[in-house]
């Protein structure tokens, strides 16, 4: 049937992979930041190991992101007219999964794909009131929370940067928000980010380096860049 | 619909991205009609799940719209309620924002309802030269995504009754601590078994060379005319609503 | 040679010693190697290496060569091997990764570039060599361990691989499937398919492949033609807690021959004559659990108790329907007693299980005493950071003073072996070791009623035994245990009567010896008896009491 298909020897895998070039090409635009030499030669090729490990974290998080659109509904009515602040008050949680994929991979990049991707699933399997535009909130939200890394050069990974993180996840995320949720010229428009900065140092930055030091303790992270680093 | 899933999706994107800087009410609302109809006649979306979902969306949609609404001043004052001044202006932008939420909450069922998640990753593979490591990745989390609710609930009961203290037949414990407790269980065996998956993928071939498709996602003409036609005729209202004077940007939020 | 490993040694990181020290094995095309050993012999780090796993996709320090083929293992990873290798591992839901079967096996083929044309003969070919053929258009979602593994073998074959790696595929099915996936892999390892089967329930495994390999402590104690092999190594293999074909066990415990040999049979009775059973004695003379006293009333009582699950008949966020998985069911439990709950996959014990437990809800009367439940997959109810930490939870919770959780936690680590990982995370632990730690948790507090469920799912023998020695004596301190298991001859070994469900509902109810004697009700409700059951089961005239048989057999061996 496939007499030549068994004995073909595989390509060498020397060239990394497109999916994960672009992305961090796109984090290194600051003028003067570049890429990391020594975490490129550590890591010669992303391997399908930590892309399943994103894909799979994205849909974790695509679950309870769902359920947190569950419990958005709900929270809506009970603020009533303030409602919008229900968006500044769980902002941090729909960002979670980008810092938690820094934590694990260390890799340039895999918070913004992680976010994407969750924001996919999100769209895709479970719907969502935003429509096909949570992918553009999810690459927004995931290149605002990798800022703080890029920012360091994917050198730090004390409470510090993931509590940047969840500044610039909360900065970016409400540049973004201003035009496509017309935030721009309500009352209260500053209050609102401040509210926002403190959801995302909170639940995102810093409830993500803390569960990432959970997992790390129960040794399923062991064959990843953060369980080897220790 | 037979519609191409990358296709659809890029279109449908470019779609919702429009009303992103629309202020107006009547040109989100055109486009919510429209998207509905579509959803019905062309996506063959069921009216009992379109309608469900709607109603869903109100609710988001009524809270954006009151948000807005008491948060706003601009123009002529129409109402006093209590504190607040409602003034026409705000009227204005909060119906816009409202509709908005409607038109991309609709856009959104017609996605979930016509797309099958394995059709579009493997469309993505062919057109969007997403990589074969990445789609089977997220194909192979998708495959996660189905035994999750099943696991959710049996993680769940079985830490429900560690509790001696627990009476027969009570509803499982609803605190942020055994939530929380719950959830990290979840995600431990979520990694767990994205190692074993990504292993298996791997001794499966996938990654090491040149590879064919079983069953190919076709790419016709017709998919680029559908997309070509949809983006035309959002272009129109929006043109509409520009030559008609009602079209209005981001500028009507700061006057 | 197709497959060898030469001066092979891997050292996982953090660890003192290394997994795999100093091994040569070769293996030449057309033949099949069995790889056997106590869980930490090194065994799955052998299959791992020659897979191109360890070093690649799971950190480890690799020195030596792994052969596969013309491929190099250790240098080039798991991609270079998948081209002429196939994979196959013990979980069965995690190594199917795509929506329906016969996606699954395309998958393989689109990825070493098989026209589309070709595809559909190749697809049927590989799920017929696997035993799968009848589960083409079916989706994966809806199959059950054995179905889904004989799928990940016919994935496996797909690729036409020159050797098939097989990383103890029948660990976490039940019996019988493990048995018919074992008599799939036992064929196609002595059909001239090259191939290392790693395996710990050899006795599943028929025919057994040709050659075996034993590994301790990494290191190399046999390897030469199997009949051979067992025959030397076979009591060192049990002592080790491996489960071996019953011939094997037999020999070992020192029978003249072969079961069903006049001779053997004459010496079984009378080993069973010589060797009273006793209670195995708790090691402090203290008791497991703190129960009442026997006698009185029962510590269950369920009269025409039907148990009703939560069900989304359309799709997964649907509106929920009850529905009753469980009918009409009679069961009294009283101190001191051990009841086994059997029957095929989805016939409902778990459910009756969590019916009992006050999880789902049921009809009819259910009266129990202080229930604890274990579950069967022990990380799902984990809560804590350390193990002594989710030993000390339940009394804790129970509002006991301080220092008696702590004697309470101190006694139980020390009686289920924990006493070395206390601060360590029950997440770390091993299976065998998180097996333990559930059982510890669920008698450490004041229980009357113990529901298990599958509790030596994936244990090797000696854990199995010590899991029904567990059971017996939690009863023997006065609570009353309701065991759910596919392990016919754990029950023989602890319970006193047994419940048969089929479809939700009891079949048989009785003495357990009387149950297994019924070999109608035991192949309607689609179970079978091990070999030395039948063997029990076919005697005429006065058998020997079951478990005493049993009991004086596991001595024997240990005592030899």
Redesign the interface.
């Known amino acids: ?2 007499p030549t ?6 390509e060498t ?1 020397e060239t990394p992979e497109p999916a994960e070039t672009p992305d961090a090409r796109r984090d290194h635009g600051t003028p003067g930041d570049r890429p990391v030499p020594a975490l490129r030669a550590r890591r010669p090729r992303p ?1 399908l ?1 930590d892309t399943v490990l994103l894909a799979v974290l994205a849909v974790v998080f695509g679950f309870v992101f769902w359920v947190a659109d569950q419990v958005y509904g709900p929270l809506l009515l009970a603020l009533g007219p303030f409602g919008g602040f229900a968006d500044a008050v769980l902002g941090g949680a729909w960002i979670v999964v980008a810092p938690l994929a820094l934590f694990i991979l260390r890799r340039p990049g895999a918070g913004l794909l992680a976010e994407v991707l969750a924001a996919g699933v999100e769209l895709v399997v479970f719907g969502s009131p935003f429509g096909p535009m949570v992918l553009v909130s999810g690459l927004v939200q995931g290149a605002g929370a990798e800022l703080a890394f890029a920012l360091t050069r994917y050198r730090r990974w004390g409470w510090g940067t993931f509590a940047l993180s969840g500044v610039t996840a909360a900065a970016v995320t409400y540049a973004y928000q201003t035009f496509a949720n017309g935030y721009l010229g309500q009352d209260l428009y500053l209050l609102r980010f401040a509210v926002l900065v403190v959801s995302c140092v909170l639940l995102s930055g810093l409830a993500a380096r803390a569960l990432g030091l959970a997992l790390l ?4 992270l ?2 990843y860049p953060v ?2 680093a220790r | 619909m037979a519609w191409n899933p990358t296709v659809k999706l890029g279109t449908l994107l470019v779609a919702s991205g429009a009303v992103l800087l629309v202020t107006d009410p009547v040109t989100p609302v055109v486009l919510w009609l429209l998207a509905t109809g579509a959803a019905l006649l062309l996506g063959r979306v069921p009216a009992g799940t379109l309608l469900r979902a709607q109603l869903a969306l109100v609710a988001f949609a009524g809270s954006v719209f009151s948000s807005n609404l008491l948060l706003r001043h601009d123009g002529d004052v129409l109402a006093v309620v209590g504190p607040v001044e409602v003034t026409s202006g705000a009227l204005a932008v909060a119906t816009s924002f409202a509709a908005r939420t409607l038109y991309l909450g609709t856009v959104s069922v017609l996605l979930v309802v016509t797309t099958d998640p ?1 059709r579009l990753m493997v469309s993505l593979h062919q057109h969007a030269r997403v990589p ?1 490591t990445t789609s ?1 990745a997220v ?2 989390a ?2 996660v995504l ?2 999750l ?1 099943a696991e959710w609930e ?2 769940r ?14 509803p499982l414990p609803r605190s942020p601590r055994a939530l929380g ?1 719950a959830v990290f ?1 979840l995600l ?2 979520a990694v767990r ?1 994205a ?22 996602v076709p790419l016709r003409a017709g998919d680029v005319v559908a997309a070509a036609a949809v983006l035309g005729v959002v272009a129109g209202v929006l043109l509409a609503g520009w030559w008609g004077g009602w079209l209005s940007g981001p500028a009507a939020l700061t006057a | 040679m197709s497959a060898t490993a030469e001066r092979l040694t891997v050292t996982y ?1 953090r660890a003192g010693v290394a997994a795999l020290d100093d091994v040569t094995v070769r293996l030449p095309d057309g033949d099949a190697l069995l790889v056997v050993g106590l869980s930490g012999s090194g065994k799955s780090t052998l299959l791992a290496a020659l ?1 191109g ?1 360890v070093g ?4 480890a320090e690799v020195s030596g060569r792994a052969l596969v083929g013309a ?1 190099d293992a250790v240098a ?1 990873g ?10 196959v ?1 013990q ?1 069965p ?7 329906t079967v016969v ?1 699954e096996i ?11 044309a ?2 559909p ?2 697809v049927e ?1 590989a799920l017929t060599a696997a035993g799968a053929g009848d589960l083409a258009g079916r989706a ?2 809806e199959l059950s361990g054995g179905q889904l593994q004989r799928v ?1 073998l016919a ?2 074959l797909a ?4 050797v098939l790696l097989l990383d103890e595929p029948t660990a976490l099915l039940d019996p019988r499937a493990a048995r018919d996936v074992g008599a799939l892999v036992g064929r196609l390892a002595t059909q001239g398919t090259t191939a290392v089967v790693v395996e710990h329930r050899v006795d599943d495994l028929r025919p057994l492949p040709a050659r075996t390999l034993v590994l301790d402590g990494g290191r190399i104690v046999a390897c030469g033609p199997t009949a051979e092999v067992l025959a030397t190594h076979g009591h060192r293999l049990l002592a080790a807690g491996c489960w071996v074909p019953t011939d094997v066990l037999l020999d070992a415990a020192g029978a003249p021959g072969r079961l069903g040999d006049p001779g053997t049979d004459a010496w079984l009775v009378e080993l069973t004559a010589r060797r009273a059973p006793s209670p195995p004695p708790s090691p402090d003379g203290a008791a497991l659990v703190a129960a009442g006293p026997r006698g009185g009333d029962p510590v269950l009582d369920a009269r025409r108790m039907s148990v009703s699950r939560t069900r989304r008949p359309h799709g ?1 966020w649907s509106r929920a329907r009850q529905v009753d998985v469980v009918h009409d069911v009679d069961l009294r439990v009283g101190r001191g007693e051990v009841v086994g709950v059997v029957g095929v996959n989805g016939c409902g014990k778990s459910t009756l299980l ?1 019916g009992l ?3 789902d ?1 049921t009809r009819g009367t ?1 009266r ?1 005493g ?4 274990v ?1 069967q ?1 022990p ?5 804590c ?1 350390t193990v002594a930490a989710e030993i000390a ?3 804790r ?3 006991l003073p301080d220092d008696e959780v702590d004697r309470r936690v101190t006694a139980a680590l020390h009686r289920f072996g924990l006493h070395d990982l206390a601060d360590r ?1 029950p ?2 632990l091993s299976g065998g070791q998180q097996r333990r730690l559930s059982l510890a ?1 669920a008698v450490v ?2 229980v009357d009623l113990l529901l298990v469920d599958e509790p030596t799912f994936g244990l090797d023998r000696a854990g199995a035994l010590d899991t029904a020695g567990v059971l017996r004596q939690v009863s023997e301190d006065g609570a009353g245990v309701v065991v759910v298991s596919h392990d016919l001859e754990l029950l023989a070994r602890c319970a006193d009567r047994l419940l048969v469900l089929r479809d939700g509902r009891p079949v048989a109810h009785g003495r357990l010896e009387a149950v297994l004697g019924d070999t109608e009700t035991l192949d309607a409700a689609g179970l079978a008896r091990t070999d030395l059951l039948d063997w029990w089961c076919g005697r005429p005239g006065p058998r020997p009491p079951l478990r005493s048989l049993l009991g004086a057999l596991d001595a024997a061996v240990s005592a030899r």
């Open positions: 049937m496939h298909d068994v004995d073909r020897t595989p895998p391997g190991h303790r129960t040794g399923v062991d064959n369980g080897r | 394995a074969a089977y194909l192979a998708h495959r189905e035994l609710p049996a993680i009961s079985a830490q429900a009754v560690r509790d001696p203290r627990r009476a027969a037949g009570a407790t269980a431990v065996a078994r190692e074993r998956t990504a292993i298996a993928l791997e001794s499966r071939g996938l990654g090491s060379g040149p590879r064919t498709t079983a069953h190919k | 990181p897979a796993i690649h996709t799971v950190d491929v080039g798991q991609r270079a091997v998948a081209a002429v290798a196939g994979l591992l979980d839901a995690a190594q199917t990764c795509l929506d996606g395309e998958h393989v083929l689109e990825n070493r570039a098989v026209p589309p070709a595809m003969a190749a070919a994966t979602g990940a994935a496996a690729g036409r691989p020159r997964r969590r437990a006050g999880l809800r259910r129990t202080r229930t604890a439940l579950v997959h990380e799902q109810q984990l809560l950071r939870y339940g009394p919770r129970a509002g995370s997440y770390r948790c507090t004041d």
